[in-house]
Protein backbone atom coordinates (compact mmCIF):
# COMPACT_ATOMS: atom_id res chain seq x y z
CA UNK A 1 0.00 0.00 0.00
CA UNK A 2 1.36 3.15 -0.96
CA UNK A 3 0.14 7.03 0.09
CA UNK A 4 0.49 9.77 -1.33
CA UNK A 5 -0.20 12.89 0.85
CA UNK A 6 -2.41 16.09 -0.29
CA UNK A 7 1.09 17.81 -1.96
CA UNK A 8 1.89 14.95 -3.75
CA UNK A 9 -1.13 14.23 -5.22
CA UNK A 10 -1.45 17.58 -6.59
CA UNK A 11 1.58 16.94 -8.25
CA UNK A 12 0.63 13.29 -9.77
CA UNK A 13 -2.39 15.11 -11.00
CA UNK A 14 -0.46 17.84 -12.76
CA UNK A 15 1.54 14.70 -14.72
CA UNK A 16 -1.85 12.97 -15.59
CA UNK A 17 -2.67 16.42 -17.36
CA UNK A 18 0.54 16.35 -19.26
CA UNK A 19 0.34 12.96 -19.91
CA UNK A 20 -3.01 13.11 -21.28
CA UNK A 21 -2.13 16.16 -23.46
CA UNK A 22 0.63 14.11 -24.65
CA UNK A 23 -2.15 11.20 -25.28
CA UNK A 24 -4.65 13.12 -27.38
CA UNK A 25 -1.82 14.54 -29.38
CA UNK A 26 -0.85 11.97 -30.77
CA UNK A 27 -4.35 10.21 -31.14
CA UNK A 28 -5.94 10.90 -34.05
CA UNK A 29 -9.10 9.30 -32.75
CA UNK A 30 -8.70 10.69 -29.53
CA UNK A 31 -8.02 14.42 -30.74
CA UNK A 32 -10.56 13.58 -33.79
CA UNK A 33 -13.17 13.73 -30.76
CA UNK A 34 -12.38 15.82 -28.30
CA UNK A 35 -11.49 13.68 -25.34
CA UNK A 36 -10.35 15.85 -22.50
CA UNK A 37 -6.71 15.71 -21.61
CA UNK A 38 -8.01 14.66 -18.06
CA UNK A 39 -10.15 11.85 -18.96
CA UNK A 40 -7.13 10.56 -21.04
CA UNK A 41 -4.20 10.90 -18.83
CA UNK A 42 -6.63 9.98 -16.09
CA UNK A 43 -7.94 6.54 -17.17
CA UNK A 44 -4.79 5.47 -18.62
CA UNK A 45 -3.39 6.04 -14.73
CA UNK A 46 -6.21 4.58 -13.45
CA UNK A 47 -5.96 1.26 -15.79
CA UNK A 48 -2.13 1.34 -14.88
CA UNK A 49 -2.97 0.76 -11.12
CA UNK A 50 -5.47 -1.76 -11.69
CA UNK A 51 -2.61 -3.93 -13.72
CA UNK A 52 -0.55 -3.27 -11.05
CA UNK A 53 -3.54 -4.43 -8.22
CA UNK A 54 -4.05 -7.52 -9.99
CA UNK A 55 -0.58 -8.47 -10.80
CA UNK A 56 1.44 -7.55 -8.08
CA UNK A 57 -1.05 -6.82 -4.86
CA UNK A 58 -0.28 -3.44 -5.17
CA UNK A 59 -2.28 -0.66 -4.39
CA UNK A 60 -1.89 3.60 -4.33
CA UNK A 61 -4.23 5.89 -2.21
CA UNK A 62 -4.19 9.70 -2.99
CA UNK A 63 -5.25 12.25 -0.37
CA UNK A 64 -8.61 13.53 -1.62
CA UNK A 65 -8.51 16.44 0.24
CA UNK A 66 -8.32 19.37 -2.11
CA UNK A 67 -11.04 17.50 -4.71
CA UNK A 68 -14.20 18.94 -3.06
CA UNK A 69 -12.76 22.48 -3.29
CA UNK A 70 -11.71 22.32 -6.94
CA UNK A 71 -14.88 20.45 -8.06
CA UNK A 72 -16.80 23.69 -6.10
CA UNK A 73 -14.43 25.92 -7.50
CA UNK A 74 -15.26 25.11 -10.84
CA UNK A 75 -19.36 25.17 -10.35
CA UNK A 76 -18.56 28.21 -9.09
CA UNK A 77 -16.81 29.57 -12.49
CA UNK A 78 -20.34 28.26 -14.01
CA UNK A 79 -22.57 30.28 -11.92
CA UNK A 80 -19.95 33.48 -12.38
CA UNK A 81 -20.28 33.68 -16.03
CA UNK A 82 -24.22 32.95 -16.22
CA UNK A 83 -25.08 36.63 -17.52
CA UNK A 84 -29.30 36.54 -17.52
CA UNK A 85 -29.30 39.46 -19.69
CA UNK A 86 -27.27 37.25 -22.17
CA UNK A 87 -29.12 34.38 -21.59
CA UNK A 88 -32.73 36.56 -22.30
CA UNK A 89 -31.15 37.75 -26.09
CA UNK A 90 -32.04 34.16 -26.98
CA UNK A 91 -35.44 34.86 -26.64
CA UNK A 92 -38.34 32.52 -27.76
CA UNK A 93 -35.96 29.90 -29.19
CA UNK A 94 -34.19 29.44 -25.87
CA UNK A 95 -36.70 28.56 -24.42
CA UNK A 96 -38.23 26.26 -26.87
CA UNK A 97 -34.47 24.24 -27.06
CA UNK A 98 -34.23 24.25 -23.08
CA UNK A 99 -37.91 22.49 -23.25
CA UNK A 100 -36.40 19.78 -25.19
CA UNK A 101 -32.91 19.70 -23.23
CA UNK A 102 -35.28 19.47 -20.02
CA UNK A 103 -37.34 16.50 -22.02
CA UNK A 104 -34.52 14.67 -22.68
CA UNK A 105 -32.96 14.87 -18.73
CA UNK A 106 -36.64 13.04 -17.86
CA UNK A 107 -35.97 10.54 -20.59
CA UNK A 108 -32.16 9.71 -20.03
CA UNK A 109 -33.51 9.01 -16.28
CA UNK A 110 -36.52 7.04 -16.80
CA UNK A 111 -34.55 4.96 -19.50
CA UNK A 112 -31.21 4.64 -17.29
CA UNK A 113 -33.25 3.00 -13.92
CA UNK A 114 -35.66 1.01 -15.73
CA UNK A 115 -33.06 -0.65 -17.22
CA UNK A 116 -31.26 -0.78 -14.33
CA UNK A 117 -34.53 -2.05 -12.40
CA UNK A 118 -35.28 -4.76 -15.21
CA UNK A 119 -31.85 -6.40 -14.92
CA UNK A 120 -32.32 -6.56 -11.08
CA UNK A 121 -29.42 -3.97 -10.04
CA UNK A 122 -29.82 -0.87 -8.07
CA UNK A 123 -31.64 1.74 -9.25
CA UNK A 124 -29.30 4.53 -8.24
CA UNK A 125 -26.91 3.21 -11.41
CA UNK A 126 -29.73 3.87 -13.68
CA UNK A 127 -29.55 6.90 -13.00
CA UNK A 128 -25.74 7.58 -12.44
CA UNK A 129 -25.87 6.39 -16.39
CA UNK A 130 -28.62 8.86 -16.94
CA UNK A 131 -29.00 12.95 -16.84
CA UNK A 132 -26.03 13.04 -14.13
CA UNK A 133 -23.29 11.63 -16.41
CA UNK A 134 -24.63 12.10 -19.83
CA UNK A 135 -26.25 15.53 -19.95
CA UNK A 136 -24.25 16.25 -16.94
CA UNK A 137 -20.96 15.15 -17.23
CA UNK A 138 -17.51 14.17 -15.30
CA UNK A 139 -18.04 17.14 -13.52
CA UNK A 140 -21.70 16.45 -12.35
CA UNK A 141 -21.06 12.86 -12.37
CA UNK A 142 -18.46 13.31 -9.74
CA UNK A 143 -20.66 15.55 -7.60
CA UNK A 144 -23.40 13.58 -7.36
CA UNK A 145 -21.50 10.36 -7.00
CA UNK A 146 -19.92 11.82 -3.73
CA UNK A 147 -23.97 12.61 -2.69
CA UNK A 148 -24.97 8.62 -3.50
CA UNK A 149 -21.92 7.31 -1.84
CA UNK A 150 -22.65 9.45 1.35
CA UNK A 151 -26.30 9.01 1.63
CA UNK A 152 -27.49 6.08 0.00
CA UNK A 153 -24.41 3.63 0.81
CA UNK A 154 -23.29 2.78 -2.96
CA UNK A 155 -19.81 3.03 -2.46
CA UNK A 156 -18.84 2.02 -6.61
CA UNK A 157 -20.78 5.26 -7.64
CA UNK A 158 -17.58 7.19 -8.48
CA UNK A 159 -16.41 4.80 -10.41
CA UNK A 160 -19.39 4.11 -12.21
CA UNK A 161 -20.13 8.03 -12.94
CA UNK A 162 -16.41 7.98 -14.17
CA UNK A 163 -17.56 5.36 -16.74
CA UNK A 164 -20.54 6.50 -18.24
CA UNK A 165 -19.69 9.93 -18.61
CA UNK A 166 -16.09 9.07 -20.45
CA UNK A 167 -17.88 6.57 -22.60
CA UNK A 168 -21.13 9.28 -23.06
CA UNK A 169 -18.71 11.77 -24.10
CA UNK A 170 -17.23 9.91 -27.11
CA UNK A 171 -20.52 8.41 -28.12
CA UNK A 172 -21.72 12.08 -28.34
CA UNK A 173 -19.14 12.88 -30.44
CA UNK A 174 -19.73 9.78 -32.73
CA UNK A 175 -23.48 10.23 -33.35
CA UNK A 176 -23.43 14.40 -33.79
CA UNK A 177 -22.40 14.81 -36.96
CA UNK A 178 -24.17 12.37 -38.82
CA UNK A 179 -27.40 13.04 -37.41
CA UNK A 180 -27.00 16.66 -38.24
CA UNK A 181 -26.20 15.50 -42.10
CA UNK A 182 -28.91 13.49 -42.54
CA UNK A 183 -31.25 16.33 -40.82
CA UNK A 184 -29.73 18.70 -43.37
CA UNK A 185 -30.54 16.71 -46.21
CA UNK A 186 -34.44 16.95 -45.14
CA UNK A 187 -34.65 20.63 -43.91
CA UNK A 188 -35.87 23.68 -45.43
CA UNK A 189 -32.79 24.07 -47.22
CA UNK A 190 -31.73 20.54 -48.46
CA UNK A 191 -28.30 22.14 -49.83
CA UNK A 192 -26.87 23.31 -46.44
CA UNK A 193 -27.14 26.69 -47.29
CA UNK A 194 -27.17 28.64 -43.46
CA UNK A 195 -30.18 30.83 -42.71
CA UNK A 196 -28.92 33.86 -43.13
CA UNK A 197 -25.35 35.76 -44.84
CA UNK A 198 -24.44 37.24 -42.09
CA UNK A 199 -20.44 36.88 -40.99
CA UNK A 200 -19.72 34.01 -38.49
CA UNK A 201 -20.02 35.06 -35.14
CA UNK A 202 -16.40 35.44 -32.71
CA UNK A 203 -17.75 32.65 -29.95
CA UNK A 204 -14.67 30.69 -29.89
CA UNK A 205 -12.11 34.14 -29.94
CA UNK A 206 -11.51 35.41 -26.33
CA UNK A 207 -12.47 38.37 -24.74
CA UNK A 208 -9.82 40.66 -26.25
CA UNK A 209 -10.65 44.49 -24.16
CA UNK A 210 -8.61 43.58 -21.18
CA UNK A 211 -5.87 41.23 -19.93
CA UNK A 212 -5.51 39.04 -17.27
CA UNK A 213 -3.51 40.81 -14.73
CA UNK A 214 -2.45 39.30 -11.16
CA UNK A 215 -5.26 41.84 -9.88
CA UNK A 216 -7.94 40.35 -11.89
CA UNK A 217 -6.93 37.10 -10.62
CA UNK A 218 -7.23 37.86 -7.08
CA UNK A 219 -10.75 39.52 -7.56
CA UNK A 220 -11.83 36.57 -9.59
CA UNK A 221 -10.58 34.38 -6.68
CA UNK A 222 -11.92 36.27 -3.81
CA UNK A 223 -15.20 35.89 -5.96
CA UNK A 224 -15.17 32.32 -6.06
CA UNK A 225 -13.90 32.14 -2.12
CA UNK A 226 -17.39 34.05 -1.29
CA UNK A 227 -19.23 31.70 -3.74
CA UNK A 228 -17.76 28.37 -1.94
CA UNK A 229 -18.28 30.40 1.75
CA UNK A 230 -22.13 31.70 1.44
CA UNK A 231 -22.84 28.24 -0.86
CA UNK A 232 -21.35 26.26 1.69
CA UNK A 233 -23.52 28.16 4.78
CA UNK A 234 -26.84 27.91 2.62
CA UNK A 235 -25.86 23.97 2.42
CA UNK A 236 -25.93 23.75 5.94
CA UNK A 237 -29.04 25.80 6.61
CA UNK A 238 -30.42 23.17 3.95
CA UNK A 239 -29.49 20.05 5.42
CA UNK A 240 -32.35 18.30 6.51
CA UNK A 241 -35.13 19.59 5.03
CA UNK A 242 -37.27 19.38 2.07
CA UNK A 243 -34.95 21.70 0.28
CA UNK A 244 -31.69 20.10 1.30
CA UNK A 245 -29.63 20.49 -2.28
CA UNK A 246 -25.77 19.19 -2.63
CA UNK A 247 -23.03 21.76 -2.04
CA UNK A 248 -22.28 22.27 -5.30
CA UNK A 249 -25.76 23.52 -6.40
CA UNK A 250 -25.92 25.98 -3.64
CA UNK A 251 -22.21 27.42 -4.79
CA UNK A 252 -23.53 27.23 -8.28
CA UNK A 253 -26.74 29.51 -7.38
CA UNK A 254 -24.58 32.38 -4.96
CA UNK A 255 -22.22 32.73 -8.22
CA UNK A 256 -25.27 33.28 -10.39
CA UNK A 257 -27.00 35.38 -8.15
CA UNK A 258 -23.26 37.70 -7.31
CA UNK A 259 -22.25 37.89 -10.73
CA UNK A 260 -25.62 39.38 -11.93
CA UNK A 261 -26.37 41.68 -9.03
CA UNK A 262 -22.60 43.33 -9.44
CA UNK A 263 -23.53 43.67 -12.69
CA UNK A 264 -26.94 45.17 -12.84
CA UNK A 265 -25.42 47.61 -10.08
CA UNK A 266 -23.20 48.66 -12.19
CA UNK A 267 -20.33 47.60 -8.94
CA UNK A 268 -18.31 45.45 -10.58
CA UNK A 269 -17.67 43.50 -13.87
CA UNK A 270 -16.96 40.11 -13.69
CA UNK A 271 -13.85 39.50 -15.89
CA UNK A 272 -15.42 35.90 -17.73
CA UNK A 273 -12.00 35.41 -19.37
CA UNK A 274 -10.07 34.74 -16.23
CA UNK A 275 -12.89 33.07 -14.54
CA UNK A 276 -13.06 30.57 -17.65
CA UNK A 277 -9.40 29.98 -16.82
CA UNK A 278 -9.20 29.63 -13.47
CA UNK A 279 -12.52 27.04 -13.75
CA UNK A 280 -11.07 24.96 -16.69
CA UNK A 281 -7.71 24.73 -14.12
CA UNK A 282 -9.58 23.75 -11.38
CA UNK A 283 -11.87 21.07 -13.67
CA UNK A 284 -8.49 19.78 -15.09
CA UNK A 285 -7.22 19.36 -11.64
CA UNK A 286 -10.08 17.55 -10.23
CA UNK A 287 -11.01 15.63 -13.17
CA UNK A 288 -7.28 14.28 -13.52
CA UNK A 289 -7.38 13.53 -9.34
CA UNK A 290 -11.14 12.05 -9.87
CA UNK A 291 -10.33 9.45 -12.42
CA UNK A 292 -6.26 8.71 -11.41
CA UNK A 293 -8.14 7.34 -8.45
CA UNK A 294 -10.42 4.60 -9.33
CA UNK A 295 -10.60 1.31 -8.20
CA UNK A 296 -11.80 -0.49 -11.63
CA UNK A 297 -11.27 -3.65 -9.88
CA UNK A 298 -14.13 -3.08 -8.04
CA UNK A 299 -16.81 -1.96 -10.99
CA UNK A 300 -15.23 -5.20 -13.54
CA UNK A 301 -19.05 -7.09 -12.36
CA UNK A 302 -20.87 -3.89 -13.37
CA UNK A 303 -19.35 -3.64 -16.97
CA UNK A 304 -21.76 -5.16 -19.48
CA UNK A 305 -25.17 -3.57 -17.91
CA UNK A 306 -23.59 0.17 -17.75
CA UNK A 307 -22.65 -1.13 -21.52
CA UNK A 308 -26.46 -2.09 -22.13
CA UNK A 309 -27.67 1.20 -20.42
CA UNK A 310 -25.55 3.52 -22.83
CA UNK A 311 -26.51 1.68 -26.04
CA UNK A 312 -29.50 2.30 -25.40
CA UNK A 313 -29.22 6.02 -24.13
CA UNK A 314 -26.84 6.65 -27.22
CA UNK A 315 -29.75 4.88 -29.90
CA UNK A 316 -32.50 7.58 -28.09
CA UNK A 317 -30.52 10.66 -28.26
CA UNK A 318 -30.25 9.64 -31.78
CA UNK A 319 -33.56 9.23 -32.50
CA UNK A 320 -34.67 12.63 -29.69
CA UNK A 321 -32.07 14.77 -31.68
CA UNK A 322 -34.21 13.76 -35.21
CA UNK A 323 -38.05 13.54 -33.97
CA UNK A 324 -37.77 16.07 -31.20
CA UNK A 325 -35.16 18.51 -31.37
CA UNK A 326 -34.85 19.74 -34.75
CA UNK A 327 -38.37 19.51 -35.24
CA UNK A 328 -39.31 21.48 -32.71
CA UNK A 329 -37.13 23.78 -33.79
CA UNK A 330 -38.25 24.20 -36.74
CA UNK A 331 -36.86 21.62 -39.36
CA UNK A 332 -34.31 23.76 -40.68
CA UNK A 333 -30.49 24.31 -41.44
CA UNK A 334 -30.18 26.11 -37.97
CA UNK A 335 -32.17 23.34 -36.25
CA UNK A 336 -30.26 20.90 -37.79
CA UNK A 337 -27.06 22.29 -35.85
CA UNK A 338 -28.54 22.62 -33.05
CA UNK A 339 -29.65 18.61 -33.07
CA UNK A 340 -26.17 18.31 -33.26
CA UNK A 341 -24.95 20.40 -30.37
CA UNK A 342 -27.45 18.72 -28.50
CA UNK A 343 -26.11 15.53 -29.06
CA UNK A 344 -23.26 16.30 -27.87
CA UNK A 345 -24.00 17.78 -24.63
CA UNK A 346 -26.86 15.44 -24.51
CA UNK A 347 -24.78 12.29 -24.19
CA UNK A 348 -21.17 13.77 -23.01
CA UNK A 349 -20.39 17.88 -23.02
CA UNK A 350 -20.48 21.73 -23.97
CA UNK A 351 -17.07 21.23 -25.51
CA UNK A 352 -18.34 18.37 -27.36
CA UNK A 353 -21.42 20.11 -28.79
CA UNK A 354 -19.07 23.12 -30.02
CA UNK A 355 -16.96 20.54 -31.80
CA UNK A 356 -19.73 19.05 -33.47
CA UNK A 357 -21.34 22.06 -35.03
CA UNK A 358 -17.93 23.50 -35.87
CA UNK A 359 -17.92 20.23 -37.97
CA UNK A 360 -21.24 20.81 -39.69
CA UNK A 361 -20.54 25.01 -40.47
CA UNK A 362 -17.23 24.68 -41.23
CA UNK A 363 -18.54 22.43 -44.42
CA UNK A 364 -21.95 23.97 -45.11
CA UNK A 365 -21.81 27.51 -43.61
CA UNK A 366 -22.48 29.67 -40.41
CA UNK A 367 -25.30 28.90 -38.02
CA UNK A 368 -25.64 32.20 -35.28
CA UNK A 369 -28.45 31.20 -33.31
CA UNK A 370 -27.00 27.61 -32.67
CA UNK A 371 -23.81 29.05 -31.77
CA UNK A 372 -25.86 31.59 -29.35
CA UNK A 373 -28.42 29.07 -27.80
CA UNK A 374 -26.06 25.67 -27.46
CA UNK A 375 -23.21 27.28 -25.17
CA UNK A 376 -25.70 29.25 -22.99
CA UNK A 377 -27.79 26.27 -22.28
CA UNK A 378 -24.94 23.93 -22.24
CA UNK A 379 -22.75 25.79 -19.63
CA UNK A 380 -24.96 27.16 -17.30
CA UNK A 381 -29.12 26.23 -17.77
CA UNK A 382 -28.53 22.35 -18.07
CA UNK A 383 -26.85 21.84 -14.80
CA UNK A 384 -29.76 24.01 -13.32
CA UNK A 385 -32.43 21.71 -14.89
CA UNK A 386 -30.74 18.72 -14.46
CA UNK A 387 -30.19 19.63 -10.45
CA UNK A 388 -34.05 19.67 -10.68
CA UNK A 389 -35.09 16.87 -12.89
CA UNK A 390 -32.94 14.44 -9.90
CA UNK A 391 -34.04 15.86 -7.19
CA UNK A 392 -37.59 14.82 -7.95
CA UNK A 393 -36.56 11.45 -9.19
CA UNK A 394 -34.86 10.73 -5.66
CA UNK A 395 -37.68 12.05 -4.24
CA UNK A 396 -39.19 8.47 -5.25
CA UNK A 397 -39.70 5.67 -2.85
CA UNK A 398 -37.77 2.93 -4.90
CA UNK A 399 -34.93 5.77 -5.27
CA UNK A 400 -34.76 7.86 -2.41
Same mark, same amino acid.
Given at each position: MF???SLSTLVAATLVLLIGRKIVHITPFLKKYSIPEPVAGGLLVALVLLILKQSMGWEVRFDMALTDQL =????????? +?????? !?? +? #??? #? +??? $???? !? /? /?GLLVMQNVIGVGIATLLGLDPLLGLLAGSITLSGGHGTGAAWSKVFIEQYGFYNAKEVAMACATFGLVLGGLIGGPVARYLIKHSSTPN?????? %??????EKPET? @????? =? $?LIETIALIAICLTAGREIASMLEGTTFELPVFVCVLFVAVVLSNILSLCGF? @? /??? @?? /? !?VLGNVCLSLFLATALMSLKLWEMASLALPIFAILAVQTLFMALYAMFVTWRIMGKNYDAAVLAAGHCGFGMGATPTA $? %??MQAITERFGPSHLAFLIVPMVGAFFIDIMNVIVIKLFLLLPFLG
Open positions: HLD =MLAFFATIG +LNANII !SL +L #KGG #K +LLG $IFLF !S /V /VGAPEDN %AVPGTFG @RFITS =M $IY @R /VFE @RA /V !S $I %AN
